[in-house]
């Protein structure tokens, strides 16, 4: 997806972002035809699918086989307000996870740019209409009618947000030949349509773990933590594919001591309150308190922990920064999602303790795509600062920026 671009990113991509890339590509294969399949007995009765026959397996009355059986039943309404548009976002968002990962792979390296251009614009393209198609769906949805409710919808919108903001501003990055901010949009856009194989690998995990436990509490207990997950994992994608150690024209503090600091005794108040909230809400959201608190350390530990090493090492300040403003934008989550859960409850009329937990899983996902824009801001006003080179540059396997051979 590449227009008229001044400058190739990524030198060699590294030994372990391919192998890892191989690995996704390989998963998303596997992943595919089932996911497809389950979709077919909502458009027509009595169709086969991967699931129905693991249950005509089981003893018809085992937990497992009453937990599909309840899982069926459960989805099948919600689906009838827009099947086809529903399975056609389904369909195409399976040629996405093929294509994502050859784009990736194709835009880190000079020799395939003629390819990684034809398949941008089929990839775009393809992007577009699976999200017109989820819009389609949710719009004629009501909330209430979403499988596993409001808090769930709540969820959807916000993944769609981000995909749909992601490929506008990719596509804008790249007309603009900025090519390192390009590939950091789509690989965020990416990261966050993986939120769908994601979710469902959740449900296997915990329904596997305790049967007793219903689908659709299943899909808000995961959900709950899925947003962390897929910012985290476009942080990490990024960093992967963009080698550089220091960006010509950054300023040298992205985010100053200061400025964690507050972001830090704001994020703990947040997750305090949103505690203590919790406490005086139903017993069911219990596993949801559980799994959105490990997900939060987990998050903020990996973040601290790649900016403290980087800054130890103090040769590459470009992924200190960028791994500073990441935690920092984390930790806000939980007082962010308290904030919007609020205005949602307002707005709307949902329960309070509905419109909260749809505002903490949201909340972080907006706080994910903040961090996204704060540096994409910073690299546009580097870009400003830099003084201009005669020759288009590329980023050296080493890191550094390294003159483009023509020829």
């Not at 308190?289 to 800054?311: D, E």
């Given at each position: 997806?590449m ?10 991509m590294?030994?372990?972002a ?18 497809v399949?389950a979709?077919?007995?909502y458009?027509?009765?009595g ?7 693991v249950?005509?397996l089981?003893?018809s009355?085992?937990?497992a ?15 009838l307000?827009?099947?086809?548009p529903?399975?056609?976002?389904t ?8 294509l ?9 390296t ?6 990684h251009?034809?398949l941008?614009?089929t ?15 949710l719009v ?6 979403v ?11 916000g ?12 596509i ?52 709950s ?19 550089r ?5 950054m ?13 830090t005794?704001?994020?703990l ?12 809400w ?8 559980v ?13 601290a ?12 300040p470009?992924?200190e ?11 806000l ?12 409850m ?15 899983a ?43 051979r023509?020829?």
């Amino acid at each position: 997806m590449m227009s008229q671009p001044q400058r190739a990113s990524g030198g060699a991509m590294s030994r372990p972002a391919q192998i890892g890339l191989v690995v996704l590509a390989i998963g998303c294969l596997i992943y595919i035809p089932g996911t497809v399949l389950a979709m077919l007995p909502y458009v027509h009765d009595g169709a086969w699918t991967p699931e129905t026959w693991v249950r005509d397996l089981l003893p018809s009355s085992s937990p497992a086989a009453l937990s599909i059986t309840a899982a069926f039943a459960g989805r099948k309404a919600p689906y009838l307000h827009s099947e086809w548009p529903m399975l056609i976002h389904t369909v195409l968002g399976g040629g996405i996870m093929l294509l994502g990962p050859w784009q990736l792979f194709t835009g880190s390296t000079r020799r395939m740019m003629r390819g990684h251009k034809l398949l941008g614009r089929t990839y775009a393209i393809i992007v577009a209409v699976s999200m017109i198609a989820a819009a389609i769906y949710l719009v004629r949805t009501p909330w209430t009618d979403v499988f596993s409710g409001p808090v769930f919808a709540v969820g959807l919108w916000g993944f769609w947000l981000g995909v749909v903001v992601s490929l506008v501003l990719g596509i804008t990055a790249i007309r603009r030949g900025a090519v390192e901010r390009h590939l950091r949009w789509m690989v965020f856009g990416y990261a966050c349509l993986m939120s769908a194989p994601l979710l469902r690998l959740g449900w296997t995990l915990i329904m596997g773990i305790d049967h007793s436990v219903p689908m659709p509490k299943a899909n808000i207990y995961f959900g709950s933590m899925l947003f962390g997950i897929c910012t985290l994992g476009a942080t990490i994608g990024a960093r992967a594919i963009d080698h550089r150690r220091v960006v010509p024209g950054m300023r040298r503090v992205w985010a100053s001591d200061n400025a964690i600091f507050t972001c830090t005794a704001i994020g703990l108040v947040g997750f305090t309150m949103l505690g203590m909230l919790s406490f005086t809400w139903a017993p069911e959201w219990g596993p949801t308190r559980v799994f959105y608190s490990a997900t939060w350390f987990t998050v903020l530990g990996i973040s601290a922990g790649f900016g403290i090493r980087h800054r130890a090492k103090g040769t590459h300040p470009y992924a200190e920064q960028e791994w500073r403003v990441t935690f920092a934008a984390h930790i806000l989550a939980p007082a962010v999602g308290l904030a919007f859960g609020g205005v949602l409850m307002l707005a709307t009329g949902l329960k309070a303790e509905t419109a909260e937990m749809a505002g903490v899983a949201v909340g972080w996902g907006a706080c994910g795509l903040g961090a996204f824009v704060f540096i994409d801001r910073e690299l546009r006003r580097a870009a400003k600062r830099a003084p201009r080179r005669r020759q288009p540059t590329v980023v050296g396997s080493s890191g550094d920026l390294e003159p483009a051979r023509v020829g």
